[in-house]
């Protein structure tokens, strides 16, 4: 999960090869038609700003949709990703703990309790392609968006023993916090001659404006009403199914 020189190797490979794909192809009927694209995207990133002080590196599936118009390669798109990992550097259970350390349950037995981020992002895009050879669509992706990022503790007792993070009592601890939050991408679009081979990949980031949105925090012992910027950087790849539209947009080829 950690950004290495290897990821951003391989990154590079995956797009010296389309590359090389698209510069064998003979023309198209690709730019022929609008298109819309669904796409299923894969991405590790690693958090800067408040929310490394929270987090560590955490991965993200996500699913989106695309409209690309045929002549000026504009894309219109809504975005959804998912983001997870198992790294939380926020002690919230502190205040609970015994002195060795233990959180002792219902039946007198210390409780098994496991930390893990969880979190969305969902917002729409505008960008473009930039071409690189002029009877495809595939070329250098652009695109920005907005939308509204979340993250949260997962508090997970193994054990079901531990009343005081049982129901509602958890709303205490798993730091519920969201907001305005602004997506860029950057990197390389490859539409396949065939239609089947449709991939992309590069760097992107999220700048999320947040704040706590519980009522009461149990470590501060009031509400946390401090403004935060939550900064995700990392790497996306990604599938797309693509759909060609024709002039009138009544029928659709796959």
Known sequence: MILTKKSLFLLAIFILASLQAIGQEKPSILTKYNVISGNITYAVHR??????????NS????????????????IFGLSGSVQFGNTVNDDVLDIVTNEDGNIVGVDQIAGIVSLKQRGFYVGARVGKIFKIAS????????TVGTGLLQHKIRLQDDLENINIIAGQNVKGFDRLTNGLAFHQFLGYQHFGKSGLFNVFGGVEAYEGF???????DNTLMRRDDQSRVDILVGIKVGFSIKFNLNETGDEIYY
């Open 47 to 56: 958090p800067r700003a408040d929310l490394a002080d929270r987090f560590g």
């Open 59 to 74: 991965l993200a599936i996500g699913l989106g949709a695309d409209f690309i118009s045929k002549k000026s390669r504009f």
């Open 135 to 142: 009877n495809s669509l595939s070329g250098i992706r652009f």
């Open 210 to 216: 947040t704040m706590s949105r519980r009522s009461f």
